[in-house]
């Protein structure tokens, strides 16, 4: 897909999932690179950059968009000429395709450690970092029961529940609003992420917040599992992140409301730090504590800007 198509593709949620996203921009830019020609490096950086523009437009909220682009031009600044610079784009962009997916494989096995065998498990929307632990663990003969909710308005949980169910495991979908009645019942919360902020707090679809509650309130584990590239390093420097808002139409039908009725739909929310027992990332389970410690590591030295 070329960059104009995956940019629609994201908007319109085809392409759905922080990682999905990251890794559709990374390889829309390699497409670019490999399939379009450039009379100079002028135009070719200024074509680039308007792709960057597009496709960071795409959605708001996944800073995983924002670092798959990142690194996906790193270098582009100091190629010399054309030729150069496609091969830095056409290799960065496989590079970040191939260490997202060896990430969401790790943390697979990370985070099904983690799942002890009988357990019952909740998770939230649509996570393939999620589910990837999950699916490990069954894969390794643990017997365990999956909860997952439906995750109104866009309803991901149907995608989860036929996906761990064509894997055979056992899984059931609640209702968003049954959390807190069946959490007595959950061993330990697995979610995803969108965004890691510096102080640990998780960006994650909305509702996942409640989800923490419960679990804190009935002392269950609540477990993130994230990319090392769903860490926001702009939120170390006062950056605030954006919750995507989507169109009220996901929520009704025409014709359903009064028209003085006003609609809200905002589709992520935030889990503050303390209620996250652990961040399961490629290079192991991590306190939300240390988050900065890991975006220096990841990042190299951050400077303001
Ligand atoms: C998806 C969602 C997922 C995270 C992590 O929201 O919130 O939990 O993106 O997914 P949406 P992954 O469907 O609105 O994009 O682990 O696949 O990156």
């Known amino acids: 897909m070329n960059v104009d198509e995956t940019a629609d593709a994201i908007k319109r949620m085809d392409i759905?999932?922080?990682?999905?996203?990251?890794?559709?921009?990374?390889?829309?830019?390699?497409?670019?690179?490999?399939?379009?020609?450039?009379?100079?490096?002028?135009?070719?950086?200024?074509?680039?950059?308007?792709?960057?523009?597009?496709l960071l437009d795409s959605r708001p909220t996944a800073v995983s968009l924002f670092n798959a682009i990142r690194y996906t031009l790193k270098g582009m600044d100091?190629?010399?000429?054309v030729k150069e610079a496609k091969e830095l784009l056409i290799r960065n962009s496989e590079d970040f395709v191939k260490a997202s997916n060896e990430a969401v494989a790790k943390i697979g096995i990370i985070g099904s450690r983690r799942i002890k065998d009988g357990s019952v498990i909740l998770t939230h929307c649509n996570s393939s970092a999620a589910l990837e632990c999950i699916k490990v663990a069954h894969r390794n003969g643990k017997k365990i029961k999956v909860y997952a909710t439906e995750s109104r308005p866009w309803r991901q949980g149907i995608l989860t529940v036929n996906e761990l169910a064509k894997e055979g495991i056992d899984v059931t979908l609640i209702i968003d609003g049954a959390v807190r009645s069946v959490m007595k019942k959950i061993d330990i919360v697995i979610v995803g992420s969108d965004t890691i902020t510096s102080n640990g707090t998780v960006i994650n679809k909305i509702g996942t917040s409640q989800l923490a509650l419960a679990a804190n309130e009935a002392r269950v584990p609540f477990v993130v599992c994230?990319?090392?590239y769903k860490i926001s390093s702009q939120t170390l420097f006062g950056d605030t992140v954006t919750i995507e808002e989507r169109e009220t139409s996901e929520i009704?039908?025409?014709?359903?409301?009064?028209?003085?009725?006003?609609?809200?739909?905002?589709?992520?929310?935030?889990?503050?730090?303390?209620?996250i027992d652990g961040i399961v990332t490629e290079i192991g389970i991590v306190s939300p504590g240390s988050v900065y410690e890991i975006m220096v590591r990841r990042f190299g030295e951050i400077e303001f800007n």
């Open 16 to 54: 759905r999932g922080a990682g999905r996203i990251a890794r559709a921009a990374a390889e829309a830019i390699g497409n670019t690179a490999r399939t379009q020609e450039w009379k100079d490096i002028d135009v070719l950086r200024k074509d680039i950059l308007t792709a960057r523009k597009k």
């Open 78 to 81: 100091k190629c010399k000429n």
């Open 226 to 228: 994230g990319e090392t």
């Open 252 to 275: 009704v039908r025409d014709g359903e409301l009064r028209s003085s009725v006003k609609i809200f739909n905002p589709v992520f929310d935030s889990t503050p730090a303390k209620y």
